[in-house]
């Protein structure tokens, strides 16, 4: 599976993709951010910038974040099921 990741903002964004039962709401936090544990992949983007980042997904649940400072906790999260 391939990302075409775009950062249409002027800030640093990234995507990590963490493989996990929990939906991405509901990640534990770990001073402020969102616990990666579980994470296959990621991909950091300064502002502006468009990236692909390609992995090999088994079926499951995954959480989309971006941990980047407080992003996560202000709703900077999607949840992807791979069927
Ligand atoms: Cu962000």
Known sequence: MTFAVE???GMEH???V???GRTA???PIVNGKASEK???GEVALAGH???RLTLKLEKGHYALV???GGHYMAGMRA???VR
Do not use: P, Q, R
């Open 49 to 51: 910038k468009s990236k």
């Open 66 to 68: 971006c941990n980047v």
């Open 25 to 27: 709401a509901k990640l």
């Open 38 to 40: 579980g994470s296959v």
């Open 18 to 20: 963490i493989e996990t």
């Open 79 to 81: 949840d992807l099921t």
């Open 7 to 9: 950062n249409a903002s």
């Open 14 to 16: 990234e995507l990590v």
